[in-house]
C-alpha cells in the first residue's frame, strides 16, 4: 500500500468521528430516534404548562394530584402550593376530570418522547388565582376571587391556563425540525385546542351571567384576563376575550368570539418568553412569580433567569 493510499484510508475514520462528535453537540438520542436538542428545548419547555394544568385539574377534580395519580412523572418535583378540590357539579366535574387524565398523557408523552425534569414549584392557592384577577381589573375584588368556590369560577380560572399553553404550541412548531417533534406538538396542539373551545363554549353559554358576588359579567371577566395576558405577554394582540369589537371578529362580521383568533381565523403564537411573561405574572420572563414562585425548569425557562433583571 503506497503512503497517499494509507493516509487517505486513515483520514476516513478521522472524519467520521469528527463527524460523530459534531453531531453528539447538537442532537439527543431517545430510544431509537435521534432529535435535535433545539427540538428537546422547545418541546421540554412545555412541561411547564403541563405539570400546571395536571395538577390544577386533578385537585379540582380529585382532592389530590400527580403524587397520587402518577408519581413517577413528577420526577421528584416538590407538590404545589394551595391546590385542593373544587366545588363542581357532575358536568363540570366530569369534564375537569378528563381534561386532568388527559394532561397526565401529555406529561408520559412528552417525558417518552423527549425527557423530563422536576416538577417546578407551583403556586395554585386560591390567593394566587386573586392577585390575578385582582391585576386583571386593576383593584381588589372583595372578596377574593375563588377558583374552588363553585363550577364557574372553576371554568373562569381555568380559562386562565390552556389557552397559554395552546399559544406556546403554535409558536413551538414554526422552530421544530424532525417530523417526530412535529407529530408530538401537533398531537398535544389538538387536544389543548379542543380543552380551550371545550372551556370557552361553557362561559360564552354564560357570557351575559353574572360573576356572584361581584356584578361582574362572565364575559368582561374573559376580556379582562385576555387583555392582562395581552400587556404581561409584551408583544401586542394575541389574547381576544368571549365578546369583542366586531373588526376583531371572524371576518369581521361578529363581536362573538366563541375562539380566540386573528384576522383570518388562524390560532395566535407565542415565544416562550412571552409564555414566561404571563405565567409569572411579572411581565419579565427573567422575574418569577404568580403560578411559578421559584420559576419554570428546562434549559429555556432557566436561561432567562440567568440574566439580570
Known amino acids: 500500500m503506497s503512503i497517499n493510499m494509507h493516509r487517505e484510508s486513515m483520514a476516513i475514520p478521522i472524519v467520521a468521528l469528527m463527524l460523530i462528535i459534531f453531531l453528539s453537540k447538537s ?3 431517545f430510544g431509537t430516534f435521534t432529535l435535535p436538542k433545539s427540538d428537546v428545548d422547545e418541546i421540554q419547555f412545555s412541561l411547564n404548562l403541563e405539570f400546571l394544568e395536571a ?10 394530584g400527580l403524587d397520587r395519580v402518577a408519581p413517577e412523572l413528577t420526577k421528584g418535583g416538590p407538590p ?9 357539579d357532575n358536568l363540570t366535574g366530569d369534564v375537569i376530570l378528563q381534561f386532568a387524565l388527559q394532561e397526565v398523557g401529555h406529561l408520559r408523552a412528552i417525558q417518552k418522547t423527549v425527557g423530563g425534569f422536576p416538577r417546578p414549584l407551583l403556586n395554585l392557592s386560591s390567593s394566587a388565582f386573586a392577585k390575578e384577577v385582582n391585576r386583571a381589573f386593576g383593584r381588589e375584588l372583595r372578596p377574593p376571587f375563588n377558583p374552588y368556590e363553585n363550577s364557574l369560577n372553576f371554568i373562569i380560572a381555568s380559562y386562565i391556563i390552556p389557552y397559554v ?5 403554535v409558536g413551538a412548531n414554526q422552530n421544530l425540525i424532525e417530523a417526530t417533534s412535529k407529530r408530538l406538538v401537533a398531537g398535544l396542539l389538538g387536544v389543548e385546542s379542543g380543552q380551550d373551545a371545550v372551556i370557552r363554549a361553557l362561559l ?15 364575559a368582561e371577566f374573559t376580556n379582562r384576563l385576555s387583555e392582562l395576558r395581552n400587556k404581561v405577554g409584551g408583544a401586542g394582540l394575541k389574547d ?13 362580521r ?3 368570539n366563541v375562539l380566540s383568533a386573528d384576522q383570518n381565523s388562524l390560532s395566535y403564537a407565542r415565544a ?3 409564555i414566561l411573561r404571563i405565567i409569572y405574572g411579572t411581565g419579565d420572563e427573567r422575574k418569577p412569580g404568580g403560578f411559578f414562585p421559584n420559576g419554570a425548569n428546562g434549559k429555556i425557562a432557566r436561561s432567562y433567569l440567568s440574566l439580570p433583571a
Open 55 to 64: 395538577e390544577f385539574f386533578l385537585y379540582g377534580a380529585l382532592g389530590n
Open 80 to 88: 404545589p402550593i394551595g391546590a385542593r378540590k373544587a366545588n363542581l
Open 204 to 218: 360564552y353559554e354564560r357570557r351575559e351571567m353574572k360573576v356572584a358576588p361581584y356584578d361582574i359579567t362572565v
Open 254 to 256: 361578529v363581536s362573538g
Open 165 to 169: 399553553g395552546l399559544t406556546g404550541y
Open 272 to 274: 416562550p418568553k412571552e
Open 27 to 29: 442532537l439527543l438520542v
Open 240 to 252: 381576544e376575550g368571549l365578546v369583542v369589537p366586531m373588526a376583531l371578529g371572524a371576518e369581521g
